[in-house]
C-alpha cells in the first residue's frame, strides 16, 4: 500500500512539472511471469505514444531519504530523454504491410503467464508458449517492442499461422542463432564491461582468467542465444539445429533453461547427474535471475536418433 501511495504522489507532483495540456497517469503493467510493474506515463498533447517509466528503483531511493521533487525531476527528464526515442507512428501499428517485417518470436514459461496467454496467440512448446512481438527501433537504454496480441490478428486480417511463420523467418534472418563456448561469451562480456580502460594489459589480464577458467573445467559449457543476446532461448525450438550440433559434438545434450534470452548446452559424455542440473538450474532461477527472466525449471534432453524431450523437475 505504501508503494502504491508513492505513485499517486509522483502522478500528483508530475502532473504540477509537466508542460500544459500534458497528463500523467499511472499504469499498472503485466510483465513476464506474471510480474506486476507500476509506470509513470506521461503524454504530451497530439502525442499516442510515450515512454514508461518504472518506479520501483525510485521507491526505494524515496524511502531511503530521496526528496520525492528529486525523484520526479529524474522521472520527467527520462521521459524527456526517451520519448523521441523511438520514431513509431501510431497508425502504423494496424498495417500489417509496416509491421510485417518488424516481428519477432520469443518463448516464455507457460504456467507463469496463464492470465498473459488468454490474449495473445502462442505455439505450444512442452512447459512453454512461443509468442511473437513487434520490434521497435532500439532505444539507447533498451529494446523496445510490442507484443502481439488476438486483436492485432483481427485488424491485420491474417491468420495465427501466417504471423508465426513470417516471425520465425525474420527471428532467422536478422537475429540468427549464435552457439559458443560459455568462456568465450564470458571474454566478449568482459571485454565490453572494461569499456575505455580495454588495452593490450587488460586484454592479457582477460586472456590469462579464461585460460585458467579453461583449465579448471571437466566439461565444456556453451551458450545458445541470438545475435543481439535478447529473447533468444526461443532456439530450443529448434529441433533440427540442436540435433545437428548433437552430432557434430558426438554426444546427446542437455538443455538448461538459463533465462529467456539464452540457454545452455551441456554434452551427456561430459557424465554430470540430472540431480546436479536441476541444482544448476533452480541455482540460477532464484539467485542470478530477476522473476521476469526465468524461463523454467525443468531441463531438456536432446538425442541423436529421437530429437528433444523434456525432463521434468520434481
Known amino acids: 500500500m505504501e508503494y502504491l501511495n508513492f505513485c499517486e504522489k509522483v502522478k500528483l507532483k508530475l502532473q504540477e512539472l509537466v508542460e500544459e495540456g500534458a497528463t500523467v497517469r499511472i499504469q499498472k503493467v503485466l510483465k513476464n511471469n506474471n510480474v506486476v510493474r507500476y509506470a509513470a506515463i506521461i503524454t504530451e498533447r497530439n502525442s499516442r505514444i510515450s515512454p514508461s517509466i518504472y518506479l520501483e528503483n525510485f521507491y526505494s531511493d524515496y524511502i531511503n531519504g530521496r526528496s520525492l521533487s528529486d525523484v520526479c525531476e529524474e ?8 520519448k523521441d526515442g523511438v520514431s513509431f507512428n501510431f497508425d502504423d501499428y494496424f498495417n500489417y504491410d509496416y509491421v510485417k517485417d518488424k516481428l519477432y518470436i520469443k518463448i516464455i514459461n507457460k504456467s507463469k503467464n496463464e492470465e498473459f496467454l488468454k490474449g495473445v496467440p502462442y505455439k505450444e512448446f512442452f512447459d512453454l508458449a512461443v509468442i511473437c512481438y513487434i520490434s521497435l527501433e532500439e532505444a539507447e ?8 496480441n488476438n486483436r492485432n490478428l483481427e485488424i491485420w486480417n491474417v491468420t495465427k499461422e501466417h504471423v508465426f511463420e513470417t516471425a520465425f523467418n525474420n527471428s532467422y534472418e536478422n537475429m540468427p ?18 569499456g575505455s580502460i580495454y588495452n593490450d594489459e587488460v586484454s592479457e589480464q582477460i586472456d590469462n582468467a579464461i585460460e585458467i577458467m579453461e583449465k579448471n573445467s571437466d566439461y565444456d559449457i556453451y551458450v545458445l542465444t541470438n545475435s543481439i ?13 540442436l540435433v545437428d550440433f548433437a552430432n557434430s559434438v ?18 551427456m559424455s ?24 526465468v524461463l523454467s525449471d525443468n531441463i531438456y534432453e536432446v538425442y541423436r536418433d529421437r530429437g528433444i524431450c523434456m525432463w521434468e523437475c520434481t
Request: aromatic share 4%; net charge negative.
Open 229 to 241: 543476446r535478447l529473447n533468444g532461448a526461443h532456439y530450443i525450438t529448434d529441433e533440427d539445429y
Open 75 to 82: 522521472v520527467l527528464n527520462l521521459h524527456n530523454k526517451h
Open 270 to 293: 561430459c557424465g554430470l547427474k540430472k540431480e546436479e542440473l536441476i541444482k544448476m538450474v533452480r541455482d540460477i532461477n532464484s539467485t542470478e535471475l530477476s522473476q521476469g527472466e
Open 141 to 148: 537504454n533498451g529494446h523496445a517492442t510490442i507484443t502481439v
Open 250 to 267: 558426438n554426444s546427446d545434450l542437455y538443455i538448461l533453461p538459463s533465462s529467456i534470452h539464452e540457454l545452455l548446452i551441456i554434452p
Open 177 to 194: 542463432p549464435t552457439l559458443e563456448k560459455m568462456t568465450t561469451v564470458m571474454r566478449d562480456l568482459l571485454i565490453e564491461k572494461s
